[in-house]
């Protein structure tokens, strides 16, 4: 019997908005992103094995850094 199965991550936007960068340091669009990670059998994603996890993607640089608790607040 064959048993595909595996992992597979998701990126979803919440929201953007303008800000500085702590990275190229210019003024540009600071994406807010969800990353959620699920357990697959046969290419279906079935269910969570990990708790999502946030990240500020840069539009300039496409730099991408954890969010602080008070940006998900925020978007
Ligand atoms: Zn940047």
Same mark, same amino acid.
């Given at each position: 019997?064959?048993?595909?199965?595996?992992?597979?991550?998701?990126?979803?936007?919440?929201?953007?908005?303008? &800000?500085? +960068?702590?990275?190229?340091?210019?003024? @540009?669009?600071?994406?807010?992103?969800?990353?959620?990670?699920?357990?697959?059998? /046969?290419?279906?994603?079935?269910?969570?094995?990990? @708790?999502?996890?946030? /990240?500020?993607? +840069?539009?300039? +640089?496409?730099? @991408?850094? &954890?969010?602080?608790?008070?940006?998900?607040?925020? @978007?």
């Amino acid at each position: 019997m064959l048993l595909i199965f595996g992992l597979r991550s998701k990126d979803t936007i919440i929201g953007s908005r303008l &800000g500085r +960068c702590e990275v190229c340091g210019a003024t @540009a669009a600071q994406t807010l992103v969800r990353r959620t990670t699920r357990f697959s059998l /046969f290419f279906i994603p079935l269910f969570p094995v990990r @708790a999502a996890r946030h /990240f500020v993607t +840069c539009t300039n +640089c496409g730099r @991408a850094r &954890g969010a602080a608790r008070e940006e998900l607040v925020a @978007a």
